[in-house]
């Protein structure tokens, strides 16, 4: 199995589409649009990567031997680094070795307290533990209510 990781402006727009438009995906993204345009994809790409300009690290784009995936990577919210990872429902078995590799990277990139943010639509949450992050509470978001998971030091 191999992972590699670009930047998302780098994938085409159709990929992304059928990824941000996937009932089973947008199920679980309280924030999404209805529905995403190329026009749409592209910008949205565009405005994640520029976050590594801004803040330093950001979200990527992910292929699993060689086939898209989906995005993760971290983004900055509230002063502090958000792991965020939205996979294609036939690869949502790898998102635990790609959460340990994030957060290895995560030194590299001189990120400190990590969180995830999940919405309380996902209940199969335990794994979380598994891989080092125990609850910390609730807070909304944009009108929407997220349950916030903290990385353990």
């Given at each position: 199995m191999?992972?590699t990781?670009?930047?998302?402006s780098?994938?085409p727009?159709?990929?992304?589409?059928?990824?941000?438009?996937?009932r089973?995906?947008?199920?679980?993204?309280?924030?999404?649009?209805?529905s995403?345009t190329?026009h749409?994809?592209?910008?949205?790409?565009?405005?994640?990567d520029?976050?590594?300009h801004a803040?330093?690290?950001?979200p990527w784009?992910i292929?699993?031997?060689?086939?898209?995936?989906?995005?993760?990577?971290?983004q900055k919210?509230e002063?502090e680094?958000?792991l965020?990872?939205v996979?294609?429902?036939?690869?949502w078995?790898?998102?635990?070795?790609?959460v340990?590799?994030f957060?290895?990277?995560?030194?590299?990139?001189g990120?400190?307290?990590?969180?995830?943010?999940?919405p309380?639509?996902?209940?199969?949450?335990?794994?979380?533990?598994?891989i080092?992050?125990?609850?910390?509470?609730e807070?909304?978001?944009?009108?929407q209510r997220?349950?916030?998971?903290?990385?353990?030091?």
């Amino acid at each position: 199995m191999t992972f590699t990781f670009h930047a998302l402006s780098d994938i085409p727009g159709e990929e992304w589409r059928a990824l941000l438009n996937h009932r089973d995906v947008i199920r679980h993204m309280p924030l999404a649009s209805d529905s995403w345009t190329e026009h749409a994809v592209m910008e949205w790409a565009k405005g994640k990567d520029a976050q590594w300009h801004a803040n330093g690290y950001g979200p990527w784009s992910i292929r699993i031997d060689g086939a898209f995936a989906g995005w993760g990577g971290f983004q900055k919210e509230e002063g502090e680094a958000d792991l965020a990872l939205v996979l294609l429902p036939r690869f949502w078995g790898h998102g635990p070795a790609l959460v340990r590799h994030f957060m290895h990277r995560r030194k590299e990139l001189g990120i400190g307290p990590v969180s995830i943010l999940l919405p309380p639509s996902r209940t199969r949450r335990r794994g979380l533990a598994r891989i080092g992050f125990a609850f910390d509470g609730e807070l909304e978001y944009e009108g929407q209510r997220f349950l916030k998971f903290l990385a353990v030091e």
